[in-house]
């Protein structure tokens, strides 16, 4: 059973467009939500970590939201660049074992000149 | 500072064979981590160390996988009598200590493939 949901699997957008990737969850209890990028070839880079607490976490142009309530997240890319094409994962950890990350499928990101 | 490291980056072996895979955590980093990614999907827990005490062996698939830390820094990943369907990329992760929010830094990943 996936309890970590992404969507969409995939999508293509032109170079400085902005975009939305979406997250759902049924981790309980939750601990903490976090968002990876995965470059092809690559480990997983951390952009934002959130607790139940927290609403809304940035990195630069990455802006990560939570709502703990309907478990859903979602992360919000702006003025994308070409280097923004990777595969973007969301990662949810129970609270009683949050060293144990769980990974959803990802959504792989292309962006076109 | 170097991150986490991993040899070799690809091992093709054939079924049956035993492969061992070598992660250097960062420097200083208590907890140590092993994931398999399967093709398009996103990475599963398989084993948790902290120094050289293995936690949590609860993803590990099977009796063939074994994971040890010895001294507390480098781990290896041993699967014996390789099946196909361990074919995927064997990724290792450190953090400095265990917490909510601390960040689990990965390293490129092992692809194994068996033929």
């Known amino acids: 059973k996936n309890q970590v949901e992404q969507s969409p699997q995939s999508l293509i957008i032109l170079e400085g467009k902005n975009c939305t990737l979406q997250?759902?969850?049924?981790?309980?209890?939750?601990?903490?939500l976090r968002w990876y990028k995965q470059d092809t070839g690559r480990g997983p880079v951390s952009l934002t970590i959130m607790t139940f607490s927290e609403n809304t976490k940035s990195n630069g142009r990455y802006t990560a939201t939570l709502d703990a309530d309907t478990k859903q997240s979602s992360l919000h890319i702006t003025a994308s660049q070409l280097s923004d094409s990777a595969s973007y994962i969301c990662v949810v950890s129970e609270r009683d074992s949050s060293y144990k990350l769980i990974f959803g499928s990802g959504t792989r990101l292309l962006v076109r000149p | 500072g170097a991150g986490v490291s991993q040899s070799p980056r690809y091992k093709v072996a054939k079924r049956g064979q035993d492969v061992a895979l070598r992660c250097d955590p960062i420097?200083?980093?208590?907890?140590l981590f092993w994931y398999q990614q399967a093709l398009g999907q996103g990475p599963e827990f398989l084993t948790y160390f902290q120094n050289e005490a293995q936690l949590d062996k609860s993803g590990l698939p099977s009796d063939r996988f074994f994971a040890e830390r010895p001294e507390g820094s480098v781990s290896t990943l041993k699967i014996q009598r390789t099946q196909q369907e361990d074919s995927a990329v064997y990724l290792c992760a450190s953090s400095l200590v265990v917490r909510a929010k601390e960040t689990q830094y990965f390293g490129p990943g092992t692809r194994l493939l068996v033929l």
């Open positions: 420097s200083g980093h208590v907890s």
């Open positions: 997250c759902n969850y049924t981790v309980s209890p939750f601990s903490n």
